[in-house]
């Protein structure tokens, strides 16, 4: 009943938020927010929402579609999105309404609640207090990198960060994840529990929202392979983790199959999406866009004071995004600190500790994301998106230590609530842009309507029999 509760809570926070602050009208939806409708990455993603939802091809398959790219056929075979957990996503949402605008808002507008929900979760099963629990949660679905992803809408939805993150910890248990030791011989054998079919679950379906994110998994599972196992030294920490992989790797790679399959059969299109390993230098982490305050921050001295940063910086780009706002930055503070420390520490923020350290040496410029691209592959080459996994270790860590700290005081009730409110209210105000909200400009609001106008018409003009004729010509 309490998790019901909190998340209840969590709902209007969440929601009075997304109005007060972005300006966000629920009660008109067939517009598009901000400008997404302006020429970029924006409407090849409304139009991805409109092939899934009309059916004009299966969310299991490649993106593909009759009616763009005329007198050819639209096949996304040379730049791979997959993404099948997204389209299947996108298809239960089109259940309840056909137009693809709607859909488009309510998917973004949903990964601010989902994001929140699962790390209040996750907070909870980590033994938060709730009032705590929902100041954190609160604050990480408002990260300053939700807001300015939105024409990278795909991004957005890093509710499975928490949760990832929770499976990592159980990883470095002292019983292997999976596993179950007899009584009787002392033998391993494998545990077919509730939780960890969930688990399963869980993995398979993350594997394949968002490719980045799956990729960042990956190398965090891969550190945790190691050092558990050097920790306690049995091979079923090994077999652990190597599940976990192939839970969170297998799915994403059958997903890539057809992808690859059309790149042997017609070998690979060299002008899609060719990337230069020198991007994953100039688009990786730097600690400063972590810890520096937030683009256009409601304070104007540090408004200017980032502005002034921001216009000096070399490598100013997307990874300005990436601020953690003040309360996650002491997180990540004391993250650095404790991977110093970690004796002094309870494990779990030790855990922690390392996993944002190696994220870290990843990320960062000039770190060992930059290594991969040259060796390996340069299609992974925004290694600042991996803040959103720094950002969830931070907030799981400050969550920890005032839990640890108050829960010592003899009034701790009082100072949990007090304090949990303190933590939502300067952190929403601190991490919200000043000048920003969800309201489109008149110029992309007149566009879309006389785009939409115009596209009506033609779709008017003819009937399914026809449409389905014309398909097949086409095909």
Request: charged share 15%; glycine share 4%; aromatic share 20%.
């Amino acid at each position: 009943m309490e998790t019901l509760f909190g998340l209840v809570v969590l709902t209007v926070l969440t929601g009075w938020a997304l109005h007060y602050y972005y300006g966000l009208g629920f009660t008109d939806l067939t517009l598009p927010l901000k400008d997404i409708y302006a020429p970029g990455d924006g409407r090849m993603t409304i139009a991805y929402f409109k092939m899934v939802i009309s059916g004009d091809w299966a969310f299991y398959d490649v993106p593909s579609s009759v009616f763009l790219s005329a007198p050819f056929e639209f096949q996304a075979y040379d730049f791979p999105l997959p993404m099948f957990s997204v389209w299947l996503y996108i298809k239960v949402l089109s259940l309840f309404t056909s137009d693809s605008m709607i859909v488009f808002n309510l998917f973004y507008i949903s990964t601010y609640f989902l994001n929140a929900f699962v790390m209040y979760l996750v907070l909870r099963k980590l033994r938060i207090n709730f009032f705590l629990a929902i100041a954190i949660a609160y604050l990480f679905t408002f990260l300053p990198f939700h807001y300015w992803r939105l024409p990278h809408t795909f991004y957005a939805g890093y509710f499975f960060i928490p949760l990832w993150i929770y499976y990592l910890l159980l990883l470095s248990n002292k019983k292997p994840l999976f596993f179950k030791k007899s009584m009787e011989d002392d033998k391993y054998s494998f545990d077919c529990s509730k939780k960890n079919l969930g688990i399963i679950f869980v993995l398979i379906l993350s594997s394949t929202w968002n490719f980045y994110y799956t990729f960042f998994f990956a190398f965090l599972i891969f550190f945790t392979l190691i050092s558990s196992y050097m920790y306690h030294k049995n091979r079923y920490h090994i077999y652990s983790a190597l599940l976990v992989f192939s839970f969170a790797v297998v799915p994403f790679a059958v997903n890539m199959l057809p992808y690859k399959v059309y790149e042997n059969l017609y070998s690979k299109n060299l002008n899609v999406a060719q990337r230069n390993p020198i991007e994953a230098e100039t688009l990786g982490l730097r600690i400063t866009s972590l810890v520096f305050p937030a683009d256009f921050h409601r304070k104007s001295s540090m408004a200017e004071f980032k502005e002034s940063y921001s216009k000096k910086s070399l490598l100013f780009n997307e990874s300005s995004d990436s601020s953690l706002g003040l309360i996650g930055s002491l997180g990540f503070l004391i993250l650095i600190f404790v991977a110093f420390f970690q004796s002094y520490f309870s494990k779990t923020l030790a855990r922690l500790s390392q996993l944002n350290l190696f994220a870290l040496l990843l990320s960062t410029v000039g770190g060992f994301g930059v290594v991969f691209a040259y060796l390996v592959t340069p299609q992974i080459r925004a290694y600042n998106r991996i803040s959103v996994f720094i950002a969830a270790l931070a907030f799981i860590a400050i969550a920890l230590v005032i839990n640890k700290v108050v829960k010592k005081s003899r009034h701790k009730k009082i100072l949990f609530i007090l304090l949990s409110l303190s933590i939502a209210a300067f952190g929403i105000w601190d991490q919200t842009p000043a000048v920003e909200s969800f309201r489109i400009t008149e110029k992309f609001k007149t566009e879309f309507l006389s785009d939409k106008r115009f596209v009506e018409q033609v779709e008017n003009s003819f009937d399914g029999t026809q449409r389905v004729q014309i398909a097949r010509k086409l095909s």
